[in-house]
T-cell receptor
Framework: DSGVTQTPKHLITATGQRVTLRCSPR?????VYWYQQSLDQGLQFLIQ???????AKGNILERFSAQQFPDLHSELNLSSLELGDSALYFC?????????????FGSGTQLSVL | GENVEQHPSTLSVQEGDSAVIKCTYS??????FPWYKQELGKRPQLIID?????GEKKDQRIAVTLNKTAKHFSLHITETQPEDSAVYFC??????????FGTGTSLTVIP
């Protein structure tokens, strides 16, 4: 167990809908990352938050947004869902106090858009 | 941004043989290169990492080498065992907190 908690584990929804994925980082970790894992595209970096502020943005669609709350948990919001958004979404956290961070991943949320 | 390429995408070896996975990166400023192992249905987990001021690092049967000039790094697994079967991801980072991953290598160790 990495200490990173993601909910829900599975999510099935329809096209056009909106969903929220939740992540609680390890105790003491200030940084949260979101990754999308599709079958043929590995781990695509979406966005990173550090202590409540957005720090880096990757290949995140405009239909997607995220935030990190004062208690450091994070939510990834996916709207106007399309079939291609079906993927495994991972959250990871790190201490973020040095240059050489170790990422700890949650168990992921499997999103299926039908 | 950084572009990390990883080869091969699939690799099958006989138990006891060695396995090598190679990655290249594009940003010469990248200075930290971790490797993650993802077993079927599980989360990625860090198995070894290397910093840019080091050319090689070993941990039991696993080693990583880095060639900064050529901008490539490799994972070497010796005496492979069935439990080594998994997807392996390389990553590159230049700030320590923006990780760009390769597309993964699915390793199968045949008993």
């Amino acid at each position: 167990d990495s200490g990173v908690t993601q909910t829900p584990k599975h999510l099935i929804t329809a096209t056009g809908q909106r969903v929220t994925l939740r992540c609680s980082p390890r105790s003491g970790d200030l940084s949260v990352y979101w990754y999308q894992q599709s079958l043929d595209q590995g781990l695509q970096f979406l966005i990173q938050y550090y202590n409540g502020e957005e720090r880096a943005k990757g290949n995140i669609l405009e239909r997607f947004s995220a935030q990190q709350f004062p208690d450091l948990h994070s939510e990834l919001n996916l709207s106007s869902l399309e079939l291609g958004d079906s993927a495994l979404y991972f959250c990871a956290s790190s201490v973020a106090r040095g240059r050489f961070e170790k990422l700890f991943f949650g168990s992921g949320t499997q999103l299926s858009v039908l | 941004g950084e572009n990390v390429e990883q080869h091969p995408s699939t690799l099958s070896v006989q138990e006891g043989d060695s396995a090598v996975i190679k990655c290249t990166y594009s940003d010469s400023a990248s200075n930290y290169f971790p490797w993650y192992k993802q077993e079927l249905g599980k989360r990625p987990q860090l198995i070894i990492d290397i910093r840019s001021n080091v050319g090689e690092k070993k941990d039991q049967r696993i080693a990583v080498t880095l060639n900064k000039t050529a901008k490539h790094f490799s994972l070497h697994i010796t005496e492979t065992q069935p439990e080594d079967s998994a997807v392996y991801f390389c990553a590159a980072s230049k700030t320590g907190n923006q990780f760009y991953f390769g597309t993964g290598t699915s390793l199968t160790v045949i008993p």
